[in-house]
């Protein structure tokens, strides 16, 4: 495989992406949405008078934190211990969903796409082998995804250290390690993950929109781990992160050798 | 330059392409004739490496379509049902695209190849335009254009007049021509329309359901389904008298009347025709025009497509 080639396919991809709003649009609000109404929220909470009855709601949550950081805990006001656990526990599984919602957008558009607008089969008729095509359109979902999520992150970190600057005496919440290594680490994995099946997804069916639809079914294992810490069941601590991204690299492998052997340029075209 | 040795392709239970045998010299232009569903489109996406066969092989400027898919589709270029071309990207963007996918990599011989064939094909002004804006003749034009970017030994284009109006398509003929001269492309063009076949190509082979008719140049095609030639005068006026003449003259075999309009089958309309319009003006008649009938290579189309036996 000539990594070129599949750069190509990708720098090709990005262009038409760009010009198309109706790809674009979907997977640049949400973002926006995450990391800016998600401080506003928080400030407006740091704000109201809060109650123990407050800090109650995230009893469970609390109660399965490591010792120090219920040590730390303990010092803090009511409004502080809201704040505290609102951003770096509550929101944190969010900056998941952000690149796999970003990839099942243009996961979907890649082969689907291109069969809804009748380009597919000039570009099988090309030299490009199969796994140049296949990386190219995991390479335009993968790399655009992980932009949107980095600078989402980067601008809500921005935010909720400036509002909770003075709170919290000069402390900066953001970035710490869970974050980074949620962003850096897993994310990259996951989405690699849901792209791959994407991917494979949108070679075997007809349009995109069947492709999307079908895709979103991928967010549930995610929307699973935001719940899961939410209610306090599992905390996404660094050790838990770091069982995360070996378990989704390995499935990544997986997913890539399975989704070139299964390519079939025939049946990409035969859906027409 | 192409081969194909019993090339068949089934869908489930309907053979599309069968026992397809036929051979293409290098730098010929031949056309696939036939309605729709005959099998052209199977056929090119078999010989492009699109589809697999079922059946049979062939090979496409010396490689095999199943040994060597890459090395054919480095080899050919291909002109698809759809322009297939990006309509987002401009004119340029979609080329160069195209051109790196077909191994062009040095900047400079892109370029030039680009603004080459560009320039010939009167594209030149519009490559900074985006493809979605172009009408679909200038599509069709610049999917022929990216088809070639690589010099392909091999074109396969694909009903390249389909759904035009007479200028474009015309447009496009023109195109062909100048593109059969100047890159010496071995083209196989599939249409149904008998004026690209005529005008294009030098063999032509008709094909329905998936099987072969007949192969030849477009006149041993009318050749070999020419029935009795015949000679056809029209006249201002068709008397009782002329068509008694006619009648009683040994060499004209039947007459047609269709108003003033008379379709004579003869033998031989070099020997006849002197004899019948001597007898015509002998009774008077006016003559408009005389003409020597041939079939058409739509008359022969026809014939073989509607199953009738070929003489």
Redesign the interface.
Known sequence: MNMDNAWLVFKKDWLEIKRNWQVLLPIIILPLIFSIVFPVIIMVSANAPMQETGTQDFQSLILNLPSDVQTQIAQMTPSQIGVYIMVLYFFAPFFLIIPIMASSVLGSDSFAGERERKTIEALLATPLSDSELFIGKILVSFIPSMIITVVSFSIFAAVVDIITFGMFNGMLLLPNVSYLVMVFGVAPVITLCSIGLTVIISSKVKGFKEAQQISVVLLLPVLGLVFAQISGLLILGPLVLVGLISIFAVADIIIFYAGIKIFQREEILSKQ | MIDTENLTRKFDNLIAVENLNLHIEKGEVFGFLGPNGAGKTTTI?ML?????PTKGSAMVAGYNIIKDP?KV??S?G?L???P??????TAY?NMD??A????I?SITVRQSRIQELLEFFHLWERRND?VGGFSKGMKQKL?IV?AIVHKPPVLFLDEPTAGLDPESAKEIRDMITKLSQHEKSTILLSTHHLEDAEKLCRRVLIMDKGRCLLVGTPDELRKKISTTPAIEVVLTKVTPEILAAIETNKKALEINQQGTRLLINVEDTHVATPEIVREIVEKKGQILSVNAVRPSLEDAYLKLVKGEEIS
């Not at chain 2, 492009?48 to 697999?52: D, G, M, Q, R």
């Not at chain 2, 790196?100 to 191994?103: K, L, N, P, T």
């Open positions: 996406r492009a490496c699109l589809i697999t890459l589709r480095q050919a291909i698809t049902e759809n297939s071309l990006y309509e987002r990207l963007e695209f195209f790196q996918a077909y191994g990599n985006r999917a990216r």
